[in-house]
């Protein structure tokens, strides 16, 4: 899920009210706070949200499962290989605790170990490039054991150059980065390559916009890094990545060592572009468009807020289009867009019933795969937000019937 302050758990319902200001924002947010901080028995536990929302709620319901049927859970546990005997597997190896254990199946192995997006030598060799693993936004350091333990043993793969990409802002600290998903459907920002010159419509789904960023890069036009650009009056508004608006967390109370380094700062837009590398008749022609635009309500170079889509995470209070305002109110900042991911696509190739499969087509006997260690299902596309856990979840529902009914006794 989303988080409201950096630990108050929103829903995507929560999010596109609050960001969109749309009739009422103001209270949700206060019930928001409000039960988190009459929460008093998790208050006295600690700082976390006991409302579980979105993805992390699936995942506690599905804990919660375990433990009402005493099913361990072994932490600390590395997966190390497949076993294979008579030229099927029959267990894995893993390291738990330090020390190498064998772990033998009595039916089928099913790998469900996520993607590699934490591998930054699987990425550089799959993925377009430039990528760097601290682009990812994925909580999870996933370096794509499973797959590779896969393709060892003769599986083959499928989509190993795509991800659940979205742009995100690397911190300061240079090993993590924010995710930048909804943000970029407020009036008053725009996404610019170093051209000064915009290559998207800023507002699309994130998958779709890093898909657009390496293709405006590959045609030599220099948007990795990108930059979005937004004035005080976004900045008044709406958050970005980890800096919130400024009505709640003025410049003074970021930390120092932020600006120039996540996000810069000038009084006009020429200052700026000189701070971050950017054509400044390149950049003023883009604003001024985006001006013109904003008055009609019409975006004519990539029609940002003419969809459902782009409008759901807009400003239902500004006219005519709830995400195009012009760029008019000093002073005007800059944070650097990387194509980062929540995630890689790629992976084993599984058929219908999840078995993987061999370069020839031929299910590899007692071998099974779900979730991104598997090859997307949703193949290139993304249908909208669960299209990683839903699957997931119906895969492994269908591998554990096929197991069943090929091997029951």
Not at 299 to 324: H, M, Q, S, T, V
Not at 377 to 391: E, F, Q
Request: proline share 7%; glycine share 12%.
């Amino acid at each position: 899920g989303g988080y409201l302050f950096g630990r108050m758990n929103m829903d995507q319902t929560d999010a596109a009210v609050l960001m969109g200001r749309k009739p009422g924002w103001f209270l949700h947010a206060a019930m928001i706070v409000m039960r988190y901080v009459f929460d008093i028995g998790a208050r006295v536990k600690g700082k976390r949200d006991r409302r579980m929302t979105m993805g992390q709620s699936m995942v506690a319901s599905l804990r919660t499962s375990m433990l009402d049927r005493n099913m361990p859970l072994w932490l600390n546990t590395k997966f190390t290989g497949l076993s294979k005997t008579d030229g099927r597997v029959t267990g894995v190896t893993v390291e738990r605790n330090g020390k190498a254990e064998a772990l033998t199946a009595k039916r089928a192995v099913i790998l469900a170990a996520g993607g590699f997006e934490a591998n930054q030598e699987m990425r550089a060799k799959y993925l377009p490039n430039p990528t760097q693993a601290n682009w990812s936004a994925s909580p999870t350091p996933n370096t794509g054991d499973a797959i590779q333990a896969g393709m060892a043993i003769g599986a083959a793969t499928e989509f190993m150059d795509k991800a659940w990409w979205t742009p995100v802002v690397e911190m300061p600290d240079g090993a993590t980065a924010d995710p930048v998903i909804t943000s970029r459907a407020g009036p008053g920002c725009v996404i610019v390559n170093k051209k000064g010159k915009r290559f998207a419509n800023e507002a699309m789904p994130y998958l779709e916009f890093g898909e657009a960023h390496y293709a405006d890069n590959n045609a030599g036009n220099q948007s990795i890094p990108a930059w979005m650009i937004f004035d005080a009056g976004y900045r008044k508004q709406y958050p970005v990545g980890p800096v919130y608006p400024s009505v709640i967390m003025p410049d003074s109370k970021l930390p120092a060592e932020w600006e120039g380094k996540l996000y810069w700062k000038a009084n006009d837009l020429g200052a700026l572009a000189d701070l971050i590398g950017v054509d400044k008749e390149g950049l003023r022609g883009t604003i001024a468009r985006m001006a013109d635009y904003a008055k009609t309500g019409k975006d004519l170079e990539f029609n940002k807020g003419g969809d459902i889509y782009d409008r759901y995470y807009g400003d239902a209070n500004n006219k005519p289009n709830p995400c195009l305002r012009a760029l008019d109110q000093a002073p005007f900042y800059a944070m650097k867009l990387v194509p980062g991911d929540i995630g890689t696509k790629g992976g084993l190739k599984a058929d219908e019933n999840a078995r993987v499969l061999t370069e020839s087509g031929e299910p590899i006997q007692g071998l099974y795969a779900i979730g991104n260690c598997s090859g997307a299902l949703m193949g290139p596309g993304y249908p909208g937000p669960g299209s990683t856990l839903g699957p997931a979840m119906v895969m492994g529902y269908v591998a554990a019937g096929h197991i069943a009914g090929a091997n029951a006794p």
